[in-house]
């Protein structure tokens, strides 16, 4: 298994911004003047550590500009809010949207920040009432959080999921219906989502989205892409990665390479079928 050694320095993201969004993409800035395929997600998405994510593997395959929407650590609060991304995704051809993970959208129980959606903000009374004497000043990020709910009030934490879940299903919805352009739900990760039913390893990216979630938006979404990523490109690793040594165990905590080629190819057909229509 092998990576980039580049000492101290690190893979330049060259970060844009476009026009009426608050938020940073990778780069380089594309031009919106000719048909494309936006693509909205989190860190998987984004790309960290990889040269070439899904995104440009798909363009090359789609011969179609993809434009990459990833944000790092970003929940589905970051671009059902943002006007700017709402109206690039609502003059592409298709969209395609990263399945993120429950934790890091608003939601009865606590805010988050609306950028940086890994950001926990405050809890609510109501959050405050189900989890008698936790200090929410302890806690700046939703995963921390999480995991220390779930941990020591456990009867909590499936009320609390229970609420993450149905509001992630509501803010999908409410993004598909804001874009109004076919919209492909794309599960990226290490396991498929059918392995997480119920509360059974809710922690796992993305963080307590389920098989039962997914099938909830079916009519929401033009279709669903399974991207489970295969033995063989789990056994590659970080291979082909670019980081710094300091970098390396948050690295392995992400998917490499292979993955993304696989995530290109089980969208390439599905895409070219949505662009015939």
Not at 34 to 56: I, M, N, Q, S
Not at 192 to 205: M, T
Request: with cysteine; proline share 5%; hydrophobic share 45%.
């Amino acid at each position: 298994m092998s990576y980039e050694r580049i000492g101290g320095a690190a893979l330049d993201y060259r970060l844009c911004e476009y026009d009426g969004s608050r938020l940073a993409f990778r780069g380089p800035k594309r031009s919106l003047d000719e048909p494309f395929v936006a693509a909205l997600g989190g860190t998987e998405t984004f790309g960290k550590f990889v040269p070439r994510p899904y995104v440009d593997r798909l363009e090359d395959k789609l011969e179609m500009p993809c434009l990459n929407l990833g944000v790092m650590s970003a929940g589905l609060d970051a671009f059902a809010s943002d006007l700017g991304v709402l109206s690039m995704a609502a003059r592409a051809e298709a969209v395609i949207v990263q399945a993120m993970g429950v934790h890091n959208l608003s939601n009865r129980f606590y805010t988050v920040h609306p950028r940086r959606n890994d950001r926990f903000l405050r809890a609510s009374d109501q959050m405050r009432k189900l989890f008698r004497g936790v200090d929410f000043t302890e806690f700046h990020f939703t995963n921390h959080l999480l995991r220390h709910l779930a941990r020591y009030q456990p009867d909590g934490f499936i009320l609390l999921m229970q609420e993450l879940q149905q509001a992630w299903v509501a803010r999908m919805r409410l993004l598909a219906d804001r874009v109004g352009k076919p919209m492909v739900l794309l599960w990226f990760a290490d396991h498929g989502p059918d392995e997480k039913r119920g509360f059974a390893h809710v922690a796992s990216a993305p963080f307590g989205v389920t098989q039962d979630m997914m099938d909830a938006l079916e009519g929401d979404m033009a279709r669903t892409v399974i991207c489970r990523a295969s033995p063989a490109a789990l056994a590659r690793g970080y291979e082909g990665m670019v980081f710094a040594d300091q970098e390396a165990l948050a690295a392995m905590q992400l998917l490499g390479p292979a993955v993304h080629q696989e995530a290109a190819e089980a969208l390439e057909p599905v895409l070219r079928r949505l662009l015939k229509r």
